[in-house]
Each structure stands twice: as structure tokens, then as C-alpha cells.
């Protein structure tokens, strides 16, 4: 099945620096969504993203679809403790568009 | 506008017998999606589905496991037989249409003791 990358795996930072963190896949998605998972909760949709370059934010957050349409970005500006989480792409199947694959995760840690 | 919803939270079954989970999707979303999480695991598909129809299950094992969203009610999974493996959490999305963005419900805790 598709393989979404996202690194770092996990960041420890300081409350009010900033974050950023990407996720990349070996096919073309024509979407990204950016989701937040607080335990045992479902994922948040934080951006969704529909165009190659396009830049989108959303408060402190801003999120990038890459050019090649292979990769996203999302960058987290001025880190406060409610930020922790567990951070995951996700795009409809290249093929079909039926199934939603995530990306591995990215566990931030906000150290006050 | 109340959001996915799903029921119950937290299900604890002993090995051998039948899971049903509940999921109702938001108002005006006709497309559910379910998903399993496996702990510090990404979520994984396991089936799509519009009102009365299966689109894809490519994602759900082919046995024990079931889907349905009927034309009233809840979309339902059910696990039959369950066994240790299946505990995990197992959480729905619905959406207005294939390409429109997924929102998810708050998941269900499966635990098979």
C-alpha cells in the first residue's frame, strides 16, 4: 500500500519556538490534509490542501503542498503547551481516491 | 452541528464474541469511512462506504469483519469472533463527498480480554 513519510518522528521543543515538520510519498497526491490527535481522541483536520504550491494557514499554523506534489509541509509558529500532539498527513488514494492513507506521525512535545 | 459520533467509547469483549460499533456520521455527510489504530500506529483504512452500498473493503480482512450504513440508522462495524489482535481503536470519518476533507469521530476503545 502507499507509504506516507512524515519526519521527525518526534520533537521536544520549548514553548514559543516554531516547528516544522513534513511528510513525503513515493506517488503524486492531488490533496493533503494536515491532522491533530490529542490521546485518546480522533484526529483534528488543522489544513487541507487542494493545489501544487499552494500555501494555506490557519492561525499559527501554515501548510505548503509541494511542487512536486510529492511532499507537504506544516510549520507551527510560537509553540504553546496545548500544541502536543501527534501530528499526521494524509491525501486520498492516487488511484481510486476511495481510501484516505496517514502518514506515519510526528509526536510534538511542548516544554513549558 | 453535532459532529461524528460514536458509541460506545469503550468496548470490552472476551475472545470468541461479537464487537458492534456505532458510528453516526455528521449531518448532511452521506460518505463513511472506517479506520483502526493500533497504539503509536498510524491510522489504517479498513472500509468506504456511501448509503446502502460498500464502495471499497480492500482495507478489512475478509473474515469475521463486516460493514453496513442502511439507509436509516448508523454506519456498523462488526467484528465477529474477535480475538486478541483485534483491540485496537477504531475510529469512523465522514465526509460530504470522495474528495472533500474526512472528519473523524472520537473512536472506539476495543479491548478483548
Known amino acids: 500500500g502507499q507509504q506516507l513519510n512524515q519526519s521527525p518522528q518526534s520533537m521536544f521543543i520549548q514553548e514559543g519556538e516554531d516547528v516544522s515538520m513534513n511528510c513525503t510519498s513515493s506517488s503524486i497526491f492531488n490533496t493533503w490534509l494536515w491532522y491533530k490527535q490529542d490521546p485518546g481522541e480522533g484526529p483534528v483536520l488543522l489544513i487541507a490542501l487542494y493545489k501544487a504550491g499552494e500555501l494555506t494557514s490557519n492561525g499559527r499554523l501554515t501548510a505548503q503542498f509541494g511542487i512536486t506534489r510529492k511532499d507537504s509541509f506544516l510549520n507551527i509558529s510560537a509553540s504553546i503547551p496545548s500544541d502536543v500532539g501527534i501530528y499526521f498527513c494524509?491525501?486520498?488514494?492516487?488511484?481510486?481516491?476511495?481510501?484516505?492513507?496517514f502518514g506515519t506521525g510526528t509526536s510534538l512535545t511542548v516544554i513549558p | 452541528n453535532a459532529g461524528v459520533m460514536q458509541n460506545p467509547r469503550h468496548l470490552v469483549r472476551r475472545r470468541g464474541q461479537e464487537a458492534r460499533l456505532r458510528c453516526s456520521p455528521m449531518k448532511g455527510h452521506s460518505h463513511v469511512y472506517w479506520y483502526r489504530q493500533l497504539p503509536e500506529e498510524g491510522l489504517k483504512f479498513m472500509v468506504y462506504?456511501?448509503?446502502?452500498?460498500?464502495?471499497?473493503e480492500s482495507g478489512m480482512p475478509k473474515e469475521r469483519f463486516s460493514a453496513e450504513f442502511p439507509k436509516e440508522g448508523p454506519s456498523i462495524l462488526r467484528i465477529q469472533q474477535v480475538v486478541r489482535g483485534d483491540s485496537a481503536a477504531y475510529f469512523c470519518?465522514?465526509?460530504?463527498?470522495?474528495?472533500?476533507?474526512?472528519?473523524f469521530g472520537p473512536g472506539t476503545r476495543l479491548t478483548v480480554t
Open positions: 470519518a465522514s465526509a460530504v463527498s470522495i474528495v472533500e476533507e474526512q472528519y
Open positions: 494524509a491525501g486520498p488514494s492516487p488511484n481510486t481516491g476511495n481510501q484516505f492513507y
Open positions: 462506504l456511501q448509503k446502502e452500498n460498500i464502495i471499497d
